[in-house]
């Protein structure tokens, strides 16, 4: 009944609001009461005063019990609720106005006289003879005797006394209480109907993108309705929180939405890459089993050494495929390690422009180096793949060179980088391919179908590059010829 945000907030804030009504009205009738007391003690201050100054014995200094009951009685009849005490210097009662029996105290405290007649704030309570438990408040006089000047005792006179109590307990069940209540009444139940109105339209938004956020996960996170809202008397009343919270809600379904499609797309591309690696192996494997069940089939003397030649090729295939799915594998998942140091980019060059002139002069390529600075440039990189970038691109550019053909790699000294590219005249790459050459396993319409080639080595390319927070270009003319361009950082010495 009550899991809902509103019944909980109708809950939480009816219980404070229910404490917090008490506490009001506590605080109050308490403020009011001590109000009112301080009023008619303020009234009262002089009344025992003027008591003992009218009364011959009293304001002699003589205290005598017979006859002050009877002056008591007709003070009483002029102030109702007062009642009149006569006591000694240790607060002993020596008279008083009441009836016998009805008074419960033989003594008074005289702490709270002595205040009184020391002018202290009031109010001020003293003890109610009438009840052990009581205090009241209270006028105070103190009784002199003329002719020694001491204290002799103390005129205690208890301002709205039992015959007012009484009389207020009477009037307890009067129409203007029960008016006063009811109008009370009406404005509790008013500001909880009020409340409740409050914390409905405040939840609302919440409750609807409840309902939105539910639909989401049922629909398999694929159909976010836009956000409508259908009672513009509501929405105008959204908090700026929720306002945020629904645009978090939204941004985060679209991005989990983005990264389902992107799940998928993967998922379909590593079909893809499985159903051509089964492909790439497949060939190569079929191929070497057949030049050794050749072999072995054949008689001895009619062994060929160039069915194992073939054979050895075959495996090299395999085991460089083996090699790149591996490689390509660790990329995606950032498993290898990047340390980065200074590096001669222009002997790099040379370097893997003399491991591949052999590859180079059998096709009847020609491989050169172009370097528009006379001195080594520098780049900050990491050798070991950077290398692997230039074997890469620069295998690709002489596979696809024809006869006569030329590779070079251009290396030109920027500001605060180090240009590199790697341009050849060979057969060229189809303008709506290019975006494509850089992902696994696609081969373009210019690729010869080499078995040693998967596909994969641009993707390898790519991947290094980020690792080196370099993209790599692409621009390619069908029949011209191809130019793979990057960037790298310079190296800084101080």
Sequence with gaps: MFRSLASQLTLCISALFFVATVALFQWYFYSSEQFANEVEQMLHRDLATHIVHDDNKLNQGIIQPS??????????????????????????????????????????????????????????????????????????????????????????????????????????????LKDSALILSAVLIFAFIAMLLAITVITRPLKKLSQRSLAYVNNDFTELNARHDTNQHYAKFNSTEIEHLESSFIFAAEHIKQQLSQIKTTEQLRRELLSHISHDFRTPLTALNGYLETWLISHEKSHRPELIQLAHKNGQQINQLVDQLFELARLESGDIQFFPEPVNVVELAYDVMQRLRYQAEKQCVQLSVEVDSTSGIIAYADISKLERVLVNLIDNAIRHTQVNGTVKVEINDHKNKVEMSIVDNGKGIQQNELEAIFEPKYRATNSQGSLTNAGLGLSIVKYLLEMHHSMITVSSQPGIGSQFKFELDKAQFN
């Design 67 to 176: 006859n002050l009951k009877g002056a008591f009685h007709t003070k009483m009849l002029l102030g109702p609720e007062w009642e009149l005490y006569a006591l000694d210097v240790n607060g002993k009662v020596l008279a008083y106005s009441a009836l016998e029996g009805e008074v419960k105290r033989d003594k008074v405290n005289l702490a709270p006289i002595k205040q009184y007649l020391n002018g202290q704030p009031l109010p001020l309570y003293g003890d109610d003879p009438r009840s052990p438990q009581t205090q009241k408040i209270f006028s105070v006089s103190p009784i002199i005797d003329a002719n020694t000047a001491q204290i002799q005792g103390y005129l205690y006179v208890i301002i709205g006394g039992q015959k007012r109590d009484s009389t207020m307990a009477l009037l307890s069940d009067s129409k203007a």
